[in-house]
């Protein structure tokens, strides 16, 4: 079974378990052959499974009882984390970062009953366009860089 590191889940949960240990790198306790996409569904899964339990109990529960606007600013903190790490730390703590902001990015699509495939359709519509090309089509809003 995959065992992912991370904030995300308790000891025990279904499918996917989880234990907080910052400084690790997410590693199978097994060799695995999933894919990303299989993780990240699992992972979606295991988050709506969470909507409505105990926040005294789950991490998970607390965001989502939180709402859009506590996961949201921890989206905007773990990706604070995620560049600082890319800018000066090792590799692992770089995928720790990655992997704390997809997490959290997980948890505010679930507050938005938003489910993840519908992100995937959204970057599968923009593949094999130019992100210029892309961008212009959207105007000048607040989401250009």
Same mark, same amino acid.
């Given at each position: 079974?995959?065992?992912?590191?991370? %904030? $995300?889940?308790?000891?025990?949960?279904? /499918?996917?378990?989880?234990?907080?240990? %910052?400084?690790?790198?997410?590693?199978?306790?097994? %060799?695995?052959?999933? =894919?990303? &996409?299989?993780?990240? +569904? $699992?992972? +979606?899964?295991?988050?709506?499974?969470?909507?409505? !339990?105990? %926040?005294?109990?789950?991490? !998970?529960?607390?965001?989502?009882?939180?709402? *859009? $606007?506590?996961? &949201?600013?921890?989206?905007?903190? @773990? #990706?604070?984390?995620?560049? #600082? #790490?890319?800018?000066? +730390? $090792?590799?692992?703590?770089?995928?720790?970062? #990655?992997?704390?902001?997809?997490? =959290? !990015?997980?948890?505010?699509?679930?507050?938005?009953?938003? /489910?993840?495939?519908?992100? +995937?359709?959204?970057?599968?519509?923009?593949? &094999?366009?130019?992100?210029?090309? @892309?961008? *212009?089509?959207?105007? !000048?809003?607040?989401?250009?860089?």
């Amino acid at each position: 079974m995959l065992q992912l590191v991370g %904030p $995300s889940l308790e000891a025990g949960a279904d /499918p996917v378990r989880r234990a907080w240990q %910052p400084e690790r790198i997410v590693s199978d306790v097994q %060799p695995s052959n999933r =894919h990303l &996409g299989e993780v990240l +569904e $699992s992972l +979606e899964q295991v988050i709506a499974t969470r909507k409505g !339990t105990d %926040p005294q109990r789950s991490y !998970t529960a607390r965001l989502l009882a939180g709402g *859009a $606007s506590l996961a &949201g600013g921890k989206v905007i903190e @773990e #990706a604070g984390e995620l560049v #600082a #790490a890319a800018a000066g +730390e $090792s590799d692992d703590r770089v995928v720790s970062e #990655a992997a704390d902001l997809l997490y =959290h !990015t997980l948890v505010l699509l679930a507050c938005r009953d938003l /489910p993840l495939r519908l992100v +995937e359709d959204e970057l599968a519509r923009r593949f &094999g366009v130019s992100g210029l090309t @892309e961008k *212009a089509a959207r105007g !000048t809003g607040k989401g250009d860089a």
